[in-house]
C-alpha cells in the first residue's frame, strides 16, 4: 500500500523549515534582492547564520558534511517549503547549482579535492559552478555535440573551451567542466570527462555575464567562459575519463527533481496569494472568487499543483530504491509538467490580479521572467517529451504505476 504520510520526525522538520520561510525568508525577500543589486550578501548572510545555528543547513548532506543525512524523499519535504520564496534555498545553503555540485563532489571527486572545495562550499564560505552548455554549434540540448576538449600532457590535463550559461560561474571558486576527451569515434557515452577547475586558474576568462529575460537573483547569473589551455592535474577528475555523461546524467536527474520541488512551492505560493486577493476583491456585483472563469483557473493551478507534487515523490522513491535508470523518463514528465504549471500559475496570477498583477508592486511578473527559464533549464520542453515519448513507445514507462 502506497502511503503518502511522513515520519513524524520529518513531518516537524518539514514545519520547522516552513516557519523560518514564513517568519524571516518570506519578510526579508526584498531587503535580500536590493542587497544583492548592490554585491552585498549581509541579510542573506545573516539568515545562513541563524539556519545554521538552527540545524538546518545543508539538510541534504551527510551529517559528517555538517547536514541531516535527509534521503531524497526528505528533500522533497523540505526543498518544497524553501522554495516558496526564490532566494530560500539559498539560506539554507540548498541553491543550485551549489547543491547538485556538493552531490557531486561527495560521489566523486578525489580526497584531496573534496578537502580544498567541498568543505567550503558545505559551510557556505564559496559558491561553485556547473560548466557544460556551450554556444553553438557546442553542446545545449544535445550533449553529445560538446566542443570543448581536454588532452593529456604527461600527468596533466589541457583544457580548451568556450561554455555559457554557467550559473554563478562568474563569483564561482570553482567549476565543474565537461570536456571531451576522447576522439570523436568513441561517441558521446565514453568520450567525454569532468574536470574540477579553480575559476581563477590561469586561462580561465570570465567575458561576461550573459543578459537574460529576467534580472539575476543571488547566484543565478549565466557567465559565458572562456577557457585557454587551461592545465589541471589528474586529482582534479571526477570518477575516471570517460565518466562524464555517466556522471551528467547522475547528477541531472536528482538536479531536475530538486528544481520541481522548489518550483512546486514557489507555484503554491502563488496560488495561496491568488486565494487572499480573489476572496476580497469585488468585480461585477460579487468576490472574483465567484466567478467562474476564476474558479477554474483556481481549479487548474491546484490540481496543476498536486500533480506535479505526486510525480515528483513517486520518481523521488524510484531514485530512494536505486531505479536511477528507470527514473528518467518519470524525471523528465515532472520536469516538463512542473515547469509549465509553474508558468501557468504565474501568468494566471497576473492575470486574476488584473493591472495590480502586472505592476511590480506584485512579485508576479519578476517571478514568471524568472520562472520562464525552468522551461530550458536542464533540458528543454522538447527533449523531454522525447524521451517520454520514445520510452512509452517501447514499453519502457508504465502509466498507471
Aim: aromatic share 6%; glycine share 10%.
Amino acid at each position: 500500500m502506497i502511503s503518502f504520510d511522513l515520519p513524524p520526525e520529518l513531518a516537524a522538520l518539514r514545519m520547522r523549515v516552513r516557519a523560518f520561510v514564513d517568519e524571516h525568508v518570506i519578510p526579508n525577500e526584498p531587503r535580500i534582492l536590493l542587497e544583492d543589486k548592490e554585491k552585498k550578501r549581509d541579510t542573506l548572510e545573516a539568515l545562513r547564520r541563524r539556519t545554521k545555528s538552527d540545524g538546518l543547513f545543508v539538510p541534504h548532506l551527510p551529517k559528517e558534511q555538517g547536514g541531516l543525512g535527509l534521503g531524497i524523499m526528505g528533500m522533497c519535504a523540505l526543498f518544497r517549503e524553501m522554495g516558496r520564496s526564490p532566494v530560500g534555498a539559498a539560506c539554507f545553503n540548498c541553491d543550485a547549482p551549489d547543491q547538485g555540485n556538493m552531490d557531486l563532489l561527495l560521489k566523486s571527486a578525489t580526497p584531496a579535492v573534496r578537502e580544498r572545495w567541498l568543505g567550503p562550499l558545505a559551510r557556505g564560505e564559496i559558491t561553485s559552478g556547473f560548466s557544460m552548455t556551450e554556444p553553438a554549434p557546442g553542446a545545449g540540448a544535445d550533449p553529445s555535440n560538446l566542443k570543448t576538449r581536454a588532452r593529456q600532457d604527461g600527468d596533466a590535463w589541457v583544457i580548451d573551451g568556450h561554455k555559457w550559461y554557467t550559473t554563478g560561474g562568474g563569483d564561482a571558486s570553482f567549476l565543474i567542466v565537461m570536456a571531451r576527451t576522447g576522439d570523436d569515434a568513441s561517441g558521446a557515452r565514453d568520450g567525454a570527462s569532468m574536470f574540477v577547475v579553480d575559476r581563477r586558474a590561469e586561462g580561465v576568462e570570465h567575458v561576461r555575464d550573459v543578459s537574460v529575460m529576467s534580472p539575476p537573483i543571488l547566484q543565478h547569473r549565466e557567465a559565458e567562459l572562456r577557457f585557454h589551455g587551461v592545465r589541471v592535474g589528474k586529482e582534479a577528475i571526477l570518477g575516471n575519463i570517460g565518466d562524464g555523461f555517466r556522471l551528467a546524467q547522475a547528477r541531472l536527474v536528482p538536479a531536475r527533481l530538486t528544481h520541481c520541488m522548489r518550483w512546486l512551492g514557489w507555484a503554491d505560493r502563488a496560488l495561496q496569494m491568488c486565494r487572499e486577493y480573489v476572496v476580497t476583491r469585488e468585480s461585477f456585483g460579487k468576490t472574483l472568487a465567484h466567478h467562474q472563469m476564476i474558479q477554474k483557473k483556481i481549479a487548474d493551478g491546484a490540481s496543476g499543483i498536486h500533480a506535479g507534487n505526486l510525480m515528483t515523490l513517486h520518481c523521488a522513491s524510484m531514485l530512494e530504491k536505486g531505479l536511477d535508470k528507470e527514473a528518467r523518463p518519470y524525471s523528465s514528465m515532472a520536469k516538463n509538467h512542473v515547469a509549465r504549471v509553474l508558468c501557468q500559475v504565474l501568468d494566471d496570477a497576473i492575470q486574476m490580479h488584473g493591472a495590480l498583477g502586472y505592476s511590480e508592486d506584485m512579485p508576479f511578473s519578476l517571478w514568471y521572467r524568472f520562472a520562464r527559464s525552468a522551461r530550458i533549464a536542464d533540458g528543454p520542453d522538447e527533449v523531454h517529451d522525447v524521451v517520454v515519448a520514445r520510452d512509452f513507445l517501447r514499453g519502457a514507462l508504465t502509466t498507471l504505476v
